[in-house]
């Protein structure tokens, strides 16, 4: 069956059964019907953070298709508790542009899925909606304060660094003019559309540590600079009170369940190739004031999402992660040994082999945190035993376990063997997070260092507008915040097509941007997409609704 078949065939529990174990009166409960409900923040508890346990899920380096770490995410949560312990899983929520361009949904897959599937990977309970309202609603102010005559900021704007957004992958809104049509409808001035996972709202709303941290820090969105080049920021616009108006319910984590019933909150959902990949602070600590277990995930391979994670989020959202699960499958590494895409599914024991030095990197960068992995080598049919043995003699050969993870096929029975080794190595005690770099390191330091210990790369080139950047960001006291690389997800490089383990190589500071509220600096190596667009065939184009509702061919 498709995923949304499996989906649709399971039986939900009513949300107030699933918040009941963890703990959770149905009082504390804001439903969006029988199988969504929000969480008040005022339910964490920061004792019973630092008391639990929580495991990030990444990958290695992926290949278009992505590798599972959602389906195994959500498969470890219920292998877990098939061995007896409290898990709840905690996700970042979809966007539309994936779910109807390329990629598909994020509600994991096969018998390892978040349920109501459709409503999850649609709209959900609006906090996309709301992220985007609260961003537009910023354009408009800037916009109304250009043509006001008598409140007037003199905001340059040829300076506004502010975009617009949209859920929804459309490159004809990149680059676009506003403001034509006369003096009555604004200034004209070049904009263009983000798409809303990009938004630096939705980075802060991942950032914020509770209500008034929310506030605080929308008010610190840089906008541009005056005539006289003097910095904007959303507070000098009075914009940050509307904002938080906006996000009041949005700010609240959102309690679903997995398809045996267990716990899932999601929450949150900024891209791991340009902002920092993982669901908000307050859901992972909602998470882990609620449950034994907490299983995470961030975006991409573990040189994005994970670095991200843990150099960023636990950093700030003072987090100490005690296990982390690398994911790996047998068509990613015969990608990077060579294959080309219509041989994926061929196996190829000398592909895998060749392919195994990027899993080998990954493994090393998670040792760099102080966290020994475990690699879950996610099932495929196309797999052989042959490639499967090689994997887990090369793991071993490198002190870590490697276990095939069958929860797309089986559900929690079918990772029930790698929930017990997760378990193993957290009550070892012998994993001890550290972060990669000082944050109040020097900015070229700190990216040189991500670069060299978690790239490989020999070394950093800036080109005259990184410099510029860079200094502008010094001069506007921005030096102490952390790195948030943006960089493709296709290779350890900033180029896409150096696969596998590449050596030898530089990588390229083409420019900067900053986010003031959500407190980090992105270095962006190439050219990175803000606003995707949709390919030939669009994944939209196979999905129908029937005269009763029920969707078909979303994934």
């Known amino acids: 069956?498709?995923?949304?078949?499996?989906?649709?065939?399971?039986?939900?529990?009513?949300?107030?059964?699933?918040?009941?174990?963890?703990?959770?009166?149905?009082?504390?409960?804001?439903?969006?019907g029988k199988y969504k409900a929000k969480l008040p923040i005022s339910l964490i508890n920061e004792d019973e953070v630092a008391k639990n346990n929580l495991i990030l899920v990444t990958a290695l380096t992926p290949t278009p298709a992505g590798e599972g770490k959602t389906t195994v995410s959500i498969g470890?949560?219920?292998?877990?508790?098939?061995?007896?312990?409290?898990?709840?899983?905690?996700?970042?929520?979809?966007?539309?542009?994936?779910?109807?361009?390329?990629?598909?949904?994020?509600?994991?897959?096969?018998?390892?899925?978040?349920?109501?599937?459709?409503?999850?990977?649609?709209?959900?309970?609006g906090d996309f909606s709301a992220i985007e309202k609260a961003n537009n609603l910023l354009s408009a102010l800037i916009d109304n304060n250009i043509q006001s005559r008598t409140r007037s900021l003199g905001i340059d704007p040829r300076t506004i660094a502010w975009k617009r957004v949209m859920d929804m992958n459309d490159r004809a809104l990149r680059d676009i003019t506003i403001g034509l049509g006369g003096t009555a409808n604004g200034i004209p001035r070049q904009d263009g559309f983000n798409i809303t996972?990009?938004?630096?709202?939705?980075?802060?709303?991942?950032?914020?540590?509770?209500?008034?941290?929310?506030?605080?820090?929308?008010?610190?969105?840089?906008?541009?600079?005056?005539?006289?080049?003097?910095?904007?920021?959303?507070?000098?616009?009075?914009?940050?009170?509307?904002?938080?108006?906006?996000?009041?319910?949005?700010?609240?984590?959102?309690?679903?369940?997995?398809?045996?019933?267990?716990?899932?909150?999601?929450?949150?959902?900024?891209?791991?190739?340009?902002?920092?990949?993982?669901?908000?602070?307050?859901?992972?600590?909602?998470?882990?004031?609620?449950?034994?277990?907490?299983?995470?995930?961030?975006?991409?391979?573990?040189?994005?999402?994970?670095?991200k994670f843990l150099d960023i989020k636990c950093v700030s959202g003072g987090l100490k992660p005690k296990a982390v699960v690398l994911v790996a499958t047998i068509r990613a590494l015969r990608h990077h040994g060579g294959a080309a895409k219509d041989q994926y599914n061929e196996a190829n024991v000398s592909r895998v082999e060749t392919g195994f030095s990027n899993l080998e990197k990954h493994i090393e960068n998670m040792k760099k945190f102080g966290l020994n992995p475990v690699v879950a080598i996610n099932a495929f049919p196309a797999d052989s035993a042959e490639e499967v043995q090689l994997i887990q003699e090369k793991c071993e050969a490198l002190g870590v376990k490697a276990i095939v993870s069958e929860g797309?096929?089986?559900?929690?029975?079918?990772?029930?063997?790698?929930?017990?080794?997760?378990?193993?190595?957290?009550?070892?005690?012998?994993?001890?997070?550290?972060?990669?770099?000082?944050?109040?390191?020097?900015?070229?330091?700190?990216?040189?260092?991500?670069?060299?210990?978690?790239?490989?790369?020999?070394?950093?080139?800036?080109?005259?507008?990184?410099?510029?950047?860079?200094?502008?960001?010094?001069?506007?006291?921005?030096?102490?915040?952390?790195?948030?690389?943006?960089?493709?997800?296709?290779?350890?490089?900033?180029n896409d097509k150096l696969l596998a383990r590449p050596e030898g190589f530089r990588v390229t500071v083409r420019e900067f941007e900053f986010a003031a509220g959500a407190e980090f600096l992105i270095p962006i190596l190439g050219n990175?997409?803000?606003?995707?667009?949709?390919?030939?065939?669009?994944?939209?184009?196979?999905?129908?609704?029937?005269?009763?509702?029920?969707?078909?061919?979303l994934s």
Request: proline content about 4%; aromatic content about 6%; some cysteine.
């Open 197 to 307: 996972p990009a938004s630096e709202v939705m980075a802060i709303l991942c950032m914020s540590k509770d209500f008034n941290d929310l506030k605080e820090r929308l008010g610190s969105i840089y906008v541009g600079l005056t005539m006289d080049r003097k910095p904007i920021y959303a507070r000098d616009l009075n914009a940050e009170n509307a904002m938080a108006i906006l996000l009041k319910d949005a700010i609240n984590p959102n309690l679903v369940q997995t398809l045996e019933g267990n716990p899932a909150i999601i929450h949150g959902g900024p891209f791991a190739n340009i902002a920092q990949g993982t669901n908000t602070i307050l859901a992972t600590k909602m998470g882990l004031s609620l449950s034994e277990y907490v299983v995470t995930e961030a975006g991409f391979g573990a040189d994005l999402g994970a670095e």
């Open 1 to 32: 069956m498709t995923d949304i078949e499996i989906a649709q065939g399971n039986e939900m529990e009513h949300i107030k059964n699933i918040a009941s174990k963890l703990n959770i009166q149905e009082d504390n409960l804001e439903m969006y």
């Open 528 to 553: 990175m997409m803000r606003m995707p667009g949709l390919p030939a065939v669009p994944a939209s184009e196979g999905m129908s609704i029937d005269n009763n509702g029920k969707i078909s061919g």
């Open 408 to 494: 797309f096929a089986k559900g929690g029975e079918g990772t029930k063997e790698l929930a017990t080794e997760v378990v193993k190595v957290i009550e070892s005690g012998q994993n001890n997070f550290k972060q990669l770099y000082d944050w109040n390191a020097p900015v070229k330091e700190k990216i040189e260092t991500i670069a060299r210990e978690i790239y490989g790369a020999v070394g950093v080139d800036y080109s005259k507008k990184a410099l510029l950047d860079l200094k502008k960001i010094e001069n506007l006291g921005f030096s102490e915040f952390p790195i948030c690389m943006a960089k493709t997800q296709k290779s350890f490089s900033d």
């Open 76 to 125: 470890l949560t219920e292998g877990l508790n098939k061995i007896g312990k409290q898990a709840t899983v905690v996700l970042r929520e979809p966007s539309l542009g994936p779910v109807f361009g390329i990629k598909g949904g994020a509600a994991g897959g096969g018998y390892s899925q978040v349920v109501p599937m459709e409503d999850i990977n649609l709209h959900f309970t």
